[in-house]
């Protein structure tokens, strides 16, 4: 099994930036990729960047390209999946979800392990 935890989330004004960490633990065939999702309010849950396990592949949704940047640490016992988030707007606010999953794909459907989620609030 594997377990994801989120945190850095918080309240920031426009223009400013947050860095998000996941902690995963845990082994499973089933999760060789990360990903950062986000829902906003109101909104279905979407997909914003994917890293594969090892850091050699990654990808940013294209309308976050610029701003948001994703990485990985991989340590002895748990790896922690960085989302690096500049230039914050109104519009990135909703919570933040890591997750697990065993193909590069933005599809929230691919992905088997999910944290709980952190909150990110935009706003002047």
């Known amino acids: 099994q594997v377990q994801l935890a989120e945190s850095g989330g918080g309240s920031v004004r426009p223009g400013e930036s947050l860095r998000l960490s996941c902690v995963v633990s845990?082994?499973?065939?089933?999760?060789?990729?990360f990903g950062w999702f986000r829902r906003a309010p109101g909104k279905e849950r979407e997909g914003v960047a994917l890293?594969?396990?090892?850091?050699?592949?990654?990808?940013?949704s294209n309308s976050l390209m610029g701003r948001f940047t994703i990485s990985i640490d991989n340590g002895k016992d748990t790896d922690t999946v960085y989302l690096q988030m500049n230039d914050l707007k109104p519009e990135d606010t909703g919570i933040y979800y890591c997750?697990?999953?065993?193909?590069?794909?933005?599809?929230?459907?691919?992905?088997?392990?999910w944290g709980q989620g952190t909150q990110v609030t935009v706003s002047s």
């Open positions: 997750a697990a999953g065993r193909r590069f794909s933005i599809s929230v459907e691919d992905f088997a392990f």
């Open positions: 845990g082994y499973s065939p089933s999760a060789q990729y």
């Open positions: 890293i594969s396990s090892l850091g050699g592949h990654t990808h940013v």
